[in-house]
């Protein structure tokens, strides 16, 4: 099976290319200005850009436990719509997936649902409790990538030092979602102006911040490898600045929301604009940009998390917190922060292909000889409007419903399977 696509401008060397792809055996096998071999696939890509499949290592499917939000087949198939190739199952499932059996039943899903790679991440305590280690290195030697309680934060500082011990032994990747309770409270929107505004109690950004700092000293101690999850104040960023240039293994991540989106957001009560951590002010959302650019946040990550209509139709301190992210990601940040050049395309695609590669150990993220033929096709001159009848996630729970942005997926491939292609 022979695929060539033409006309295209491929993304080589950070850079767009003009030049012709051919895709033979799952795999990239010539890339020139022109191929005039024979193919049983040829697609005309004029006007668009072939980039390397994205890949989210911060996703949740809901699968098993929740599945009238999300499930595995429903989840790929929106991650592909949005040009990902590759994304990690976060483990805050029922039952969580702390165990060997859990692993595997998620694995077996996806390879016979899946339109996307799907990595698991397991559990960093049994049930994400905080209170014990979850079966770790069982679970490593099941194919686990990383190990976090995302949803959910270990309390306990002596815990989480014997967890990120456990870890390091297994070069096992720790992935942190940093939230102090007790400052945390019952915190619905960041603490600030907009709170006191419209009377909703708020979660400080110390919330964050004293567990970051927590655990990059446990961290440290441990000889552990640390990923903080969806970063999100401006202090925060400064912790991790300060752990990198002592050399520590520590690495972070940012959603699109925080790049784009600040608390006043939040202001006509919408809760498909409530999520952990919450949206923060403009000085916040400036410094997430910034750090981007200069290379302190590693990669993008979607923190997809789907709920359905009636858990989001609520009053707002009583609906969840959480929206879906695969299919907006590349084009909320394309329209709001490429086009107006406040960072390059480049850093762009690097942050949502080959860097959550790196920091994960992944296969993909790059468009290279022999390498996998994971590709996502966009037309940057093209625009895409989300509407609950074309979001292909079984939930539709995000702040740019209805609305049209920049760019448009015409094609997605996994190892040269066409896994998503525009109507």
Not at 49 to 67: K, Q
Not at 229 to 247: C, D, F, N, P, Y
Not at 405 to 423: E, H
């Amino acid at each position: 099976m022979k695929t060539i696509i033409k006309n295209a401008k491929i993304y080589l060397d950070n850079a767009l290319q003009a030049q012709e792809l051919l895709i033979e055996n799952k795999r990239i096998s010539k890339i020139a200005p022109q191929i005039t071999e024979k193919a049983d696939t040829v697609i005309d890509a004029a006007g668009a850009c072939v980039f390397p499949g994205f890949i989210d290592i911060h996703a949740h499917l809901r699968d098993p436990g929740h599945t009238y939000k999300e499930d595995i087949q429903s989840g790929t198939k929106s991650a592909a719509k949005g040009g990902f190739t590759s994304i990690c199952a976060m483990p805050n499932t029922n039952p969580v997936t702390d165990n060997i059996a859990s692993v595997e039943y998620i694995q077996l899903r996806a390879k016979e649902f899946s339109i996307a790679r799907v990595y698991v991440i397991g559990a960093l305590t049994k049930q994400s409790k905080g209170e014990e280690i979850s079966e770790m290195a069982t679970m490593k030697s099941g194919g686990i990538v990383a190990v976090s309680d995302d949803g959910y934060c270990v309390q306990n500082a002596r815990i989480m030092l014997s967890c990120l011990r456990y870890a390091a032994n297994f070069d096992i990747p720790v992935i942190i979602h940093p939230e102090d309770y007790a400052l945390a409270g019952r915190g619905q929107i960041s603490s600030g102006k907009v709170a006191t505004r419209i009377g909703l109690s708020g979660i400080p950004g110390l919330a964050e911040e004293v567990i970051i700092a927590r655990d990059i000293m446990l961290a440290e101690s441990a000889g552990a490898r640390l990923h903080i999850a969806h970063i999100s104040t401006a202090r925060s960023l400064e912790l991790v600045r300060q752990a990198k240039e002592r050399g520590l293994p520590v690495t972070c991540e940012v959603t699109p929301h925080h790049l784009v989106l600040t608390d006043e957001a939040c202001l006509g009560f919408d809760t498909n604009t409530k999520m952990k951590p919450p949206l923060r002010n403009e000085a916040d959302r400036l410094a997430c940009v910034q750090a981007l650019n200069e290379g302190l946040i590693d990669c993008i990550a979607t923190d997809h998390a789907p709920h359905a209509d009636f858990e989001k139709e609520r009053e707002f301190d009583q609906a969840p917190f959480g929206i879906i992210g695969f299919e907006t990601a590349f084009a909320v940040l394309y329209d709001n922060l490429v086009k107006s050049k406040a960072i390059s395309l480049s850093t762009l695609v690097n942050k949502l292909s080959c860097e959550p590669a790196r920091i994960l150990d992944l296969p993909g993220g790059e468009i290279k000889l022999g390498a996998k033929a994971d590709l996502t096709i966009i037309d940057l001159n093209q625009s895409t409007t989300f509407s609950k009848e074309n979001i292909l996630s079984k939930s539709k729970n995000t702040p740019w419903l209805d609305q049209t942005l920049a760019s448009r997926v015409k094609y997605t491939f996994k190892s040269g399977m066409i896994t998503y292609q525009d109507s």
